[in-house]
């Protein structure tokens, strides 16, 4: 039996959960909309604010479809309500990040600025010179988007520079020892 497809999911205040046509599920919220075809076996229905999942037998491709259209559905509701955010750190001498207009631009010593435009449903915040902070309401797009910002530069594991996420950690590498004795 599949834990996470098992348990229900309560609805809070102010969002709403359709489903339509299909398996078409629209979850609208103070966040905005999002939208999200399920698979056709599974079983989705909404009584009284609170949603349940079932599958339609123990195939092996009906338990790895229950547990992951449960989760779907979750991170579409906390999306929504609450929104997702990934933070990532800029490290380097003379590395930093700042916002002009909708435009992230950032010195990651290249010759030249890195710029990285906002998408629709993805906000950039940039509170300080070394933090970069990506919002939005699709968990999918925030972690892709903010993956997208890490690539400009990845972290080198010698001396740590680069972007990183903050809660990432970087395994460090011992540099040269010194000249060869004969």
């Known amino acids: 039996m599949s834990r996470i497809g098992n348990m229900p999911i309560t609805l809070p205040a102010g969002v709403e959960v359709k489903i339509g046509k299909d398996n078409k599920i629209t979850v609208k919220g103070p ?3 999002l939208e999200q075809y399920i698979s056709k076996d599974i079983k989705v229905k909404s009584k009284d604010g609170v949603i349940t999942v079932a599958r339609p037998s ?4 009906h338990r790895s479809l229950h547990g992951l259209s449960r989760t779907l559905i979750n ?3 906390v999306g929504v309500s609450q929104g997702f955010e990934k933070k990532l750190e800029v490290n380097g001498v003379g590395y930093r990040a700042t916002k002009q207009g909708n435009k992230l631009v950032m010195n990651l010593g290249y010759s030249h600025q890195v710029e990285v435009s906002e998408v629709d449903g993805i906000k950039i915040d ?8 990506v919002k939005g309401n699709d968990k999918q797009k925030v972690g ?3 993956a997208e910002i ?3 530069r990845p972290p080198e594991p010698y001396k740590g520079k680069g972007i990183k996420y903050a809660d990432e950690v970087i395994k460090r590498k011992e540099g040269k020892t010194g000249a060869k004795k004969k």
């Open 126 to 133: 940039v509170p300080d010179q070394n933090t970069i902070i």
């Open 75 to 77: 991170n579409m509701i």
């Open 144 to 146: 892709q988007f903010a």
């Open 31 to 33: 966040n905005g909309t």
């Open 58 to 61: 123990d195939d092996k491709e």
């Open 150 to 152: 890490r690539e400009k």
